[in-house]
């Protein structure tokens, strides 16, 4: 059972466009989401977070939104740039009181930014 | 920046052998997580250890073991390798158990034949 969707394999978008990137989640224990993008031959590489208890989160080009109740976030990148060109990856976390919890990933949404 | 680091990049093996992955953390992290990644799948977490002690636990099968070691590097053991264990594997580090942040490296690919 896949409890973090990307239901988009993949998006193509246009350089100096916006790229909106969709995630769900049926966990409603998850506190915590964040965002990898990922290159061939390379590990996911961390790019932007958001708790909970908040519904927006921005850094420079990237900005994620949180709707709790929908279980959705989005990563929107704007202006989408050529090296934007990857994979990227919803995970989530949900806190067991232990400590150094695994993160749970969605299937990726394959992002191609076009000249 | 000092990135995560594992040992071999690649790695073949041929069924019922084992293998040993090396992860080192970022230095002053003190986590280490270990993922395994399937083609065209997303990372499954299998096992993660503070302090060099096991934190949590995914789908690690009972042939795999891990630990961590006194100067926070950790090694994943594999045995009666099977055609399916095939697959990346990632390893992160966090500063600290509760960072949610982790921080990847370039993980080992290993095939078995």
């Not at chain 1, 193509?12 to 466009?17: D, F, L, P, T």
């Not at chain 2, 060099?52 to 926070?72: L, N």
């Not at chain 2, 992160?92 to 509760?98: L, R, V």
Request: proline share 6%; with cysteine; glycine share 8%.
């Amino acid at each position: 059972d896949q409890q973090v969707k990307q239901n988009s394999p993949s998006l193509s978008v246009q350089e100096g466009r916006i790229s909106i990137l969709n995630c769900d989640y049926t966990n409603s224990m998850f506190d915590y989401f964040l965002w990898y993008k990922k290159y061939p031959a390379e590990g996911p590489t961390f790019l932007i977070s958001i708790s909970s208890i908040k519904d927006k989160n921005e850094d420079g080009r990237f900005t994620v939104f949180l709707n709790k109740s929908a279980k959705h976030l989005s990563l929107h990148i704007v202006p989408s740039q050529p090296g934007d060109s990857a994979v990227y990856f919803c995970a989530a976390s949900a806190r067991s009181g232990g400590g150094a919890d695994g993160l749970t990933f969605g299937k990726g949404t394959h992002l191609i930014i076009q000249p | 920046a000092a990135g995560v680091i594992q040992s071999p990049r690649h790695l073949i093996k041929e069924k019922r052998e084992t293998a040993t992955l090396k992860c080192y953390p970022i230095p002053r992290h003190d986590t280490v997580y270990w993922y395994q990644q399937g083609p065209g799948q997303d990372p499954q977490f299998l096992i993660s250890f503070y302090e060099k002690m096991q934190s949590d636990k995914g789908s690690i099968p009972d042939r795999f073991s891990a630990q961590q070691f006194s100067d926070y590097h950790s090694e994943l053991n594999m045995s009666s390798l099977e055609l399916g264990d095939s697959a990346l594997y990632f390893c992160a580090s966090s500063k600290g158990p509760d960072t949610y942040e982790q921080y990847f490296g370039p993980g080992t690919r290993l095939t078995v034949t």
